[in-house]
């Protein structure tokens, strides 16, 4: 069964200053997709940003990128130029590929990070 | 493009009540997933349609929960003889089978609380 660890409960960091947060995964498969999501204090869960196992360069969306290392099973987000809106709890997110029958497109998720950015 | 949306967005009830919660995914997205978050968790996953069709359920998902999907737009999602272990923030999600990397797309959730 896959698994998804993030491994620091909260973390807090200057605006304007750079964050990193970690996440681990453990899978058997070859081709995944992992997800980092965005929970801000009672509001939705948005998609901050997502990568393809097989591919092997990085995704950066603006202010967000990732280090995907696939050996290591490593998937940390980090956070540039750091905002007060992204106060927010962050979710690390595993999915398998589907199968014939479209099963398997469930998200499995770690306990997530508090993450408060700091004036 | 209106988002997901749930109703109702809170809930109170007595241990014992049945309850029921509403879900409208965005209009084109055929597949849509019910997740359970407790507070300070990740959430899990509970059931997952595609269309009508629900294809997947969660061993979480027990005998006093159901799920339906019944024209392949809205779904509800029933909890019959709620206990206190139910309280939790109910997720809903879609997706398009057209949209690259499956993305799911959140509502705001329906927080119940068993008294």
């Known amino acids: 069964a896959q698994t998804v660890t993030q491994s620091q409960p909260e973390m807090s960091v200057q605006e304007a200053e750079t964050v990193t947060l970690s996440c681990t995964y453990d899978?058997?498969?070859?081709?995944?997709?992992l997800f980092w999501y965005k929970q801000p204090p009672s509001r939705q869960m948005i998609l901050v940003i997502r990568q393809e196992a097989y591919k092997q360069q990085n995704a950066t969306e603006n202010r967000f990128s990732v280090n995907f290392q696939k050996a290591a099973k490593s998937f940390s987000l980090k956070i540039s130029d750091s905002q007060l809106g992204d106060t927010a709890m962050y979710f690390c997110a595993f999915m398998k590929p589907s199968d014939n029958a479209g099963n398997n497109r469930k998200l499995i998720w770690g306990l997530g990070t508090s993450l408060a950015v700091n004036p | 493009d209106t988002g997901v949306s749930q109703d109702p967005r809170h809930k109170i009830t007595k241990r014992g009540q049945n309850v029921t919660f509403r879900c409208d995914p965005i209009s084109e997205h055929n597949r849509l997933y019910w997740y359970r978050q407790t507070l300070g968790q990740g959430p899990e996953f509970l059931t997952y349609?595609?269309?009508?069709?629900?294809?997947?359920k969660s061993r979480l998902l027990s005998d006093r929960f159901s799920a339906e999907r019944p024209k392949g737009s809205f779904s509800t999602l029933e909890i019959q003889r709620t206990e206190q272990g139910d309280s939790a923030m109910y997720l809903c999600a879609s997706s398009s089978r057209e949209r690259l990397y499956n993305e799911q797309f959140f509502g705001p959730g329906t927080r119940l609380t068993v008294l």
């Open positions: 349609f595609q269309n009508e069709a629900q294809l997947e």
């Open positions: 899978t058997s498969e070859n081709n995944y997709y």
